[in-house]
């Protein structure tokens, strides 16, 4: 298993790029705020429809874009793909434990480290939660021998 | 259920968009320019949340974290570049330092389930949010709307009991 960094010399300077706009994206929408998120999911505003549509259809031009006009990444020479998951009952049982834990505390992923970022040192609280609930279910999934082998890459 | 249908209605009638919709829109629109930036480079899609079983392969042994090692490495170096975007953002733009109300157990207890979750569920908002919806997939379409009707119930819920931020 060789680290996927290893190609290119501009690799890890371009995934640190994309993090920086990513992250300056986050802030600059409010998502790195808690309060921001509480009041979309409490209907006080809709704005942050705008955010994840916003990406997705970037995203979605890019993938369909480079999948038929391009042929593979400089810095890997990996074929563009679309990101695509086994549709099983995992998803929507991950989904749910997923929306109690973001409903009731108004942070994602993505959203908390940028919230680092901003100075939000509380979500520490949050980003500790969530590397322990990592565990437990990689825990839990390590040891019982019918869980998803390693196709289950999720994001 | 019907509570909630009611409430949406009455506040798209009233206010739907209190702060405007200028930096919700170009927040998105970067985001999503941040994945494609590493997918036109690399083929690789960024989610945020693989980080966190990444990461724990440093310090564990268990199976299922192995299998991310070969992007382990990059995915700190994203994340980092989350971090610091976002800080970037705070000290131009932004007022500043940003501290959050929400209380510190309804962060960790959010945080533990947000871990669980979207590792059983094979990604976050922005893995199958951004990602997968600009993907088309099935499983990220379902995986949204369980994880945001989930969401929009529990955060109701929880404001009806009585819950302060």
Known sequence: MSAEHEQHPLFMPIVFVGGLVFGFGLALSNMAQPEVVLSFLLFEDFGLLFVMFGAAIVTGITFFGAIHFLDSAPLTGGRYARRLKTLDKNVVIGGGIFGVGWGLSGICPGAAYASVGIGNLPILYGIAGMFIGAYVQGYWRSSTPDAEPAAAKAD | ?165
């Open chain 2, 1 to 165: 259920m019907i509570l909630e249908v009611h409430a949406l209605f009455l506040a798209i009638l009233a206010e739907p968009f209190p702060n405007g919709i200028a930096h919700y829109a170009a927040g998105g629109v970067l985001v999503g320019l941040g994945v494609t930036i590493i997918y036109l480079g690399t083929g690789r899609i960024a989610g945020a949340s693989t980080f966190l079983e990444s990461t724990l392969s440093y310090g564990s042994s268990l199976s299922r974290f192995q299998q991310y090692r070969p992007s382990r490495d990059w995915r700190v170096v994203f994340t980092l570049g989350i971090v610091l975007g976002a800080a970037v953002y705070a000290f131009t733009l932004g007022g500043g330092v940003w501290v959050t109300e929400v209380q510190p157990w309804r962060l960790f207890l959010g945080g533990i389930l947000i871990g669980i979750g979207t590792r059983v569920g094979k990604g976050c908002t922005s893995g199958h949010g951004v990602c997968g919806v600009g993907s088309a997939s099935p499983a990220s379409f379902v995986g949204v709307a369980t994880f945001l009707l989930i969401a929009i119930g529990t955060a109701q819920l929880v404001q009806a009991v009585g819950v302060g931020i």
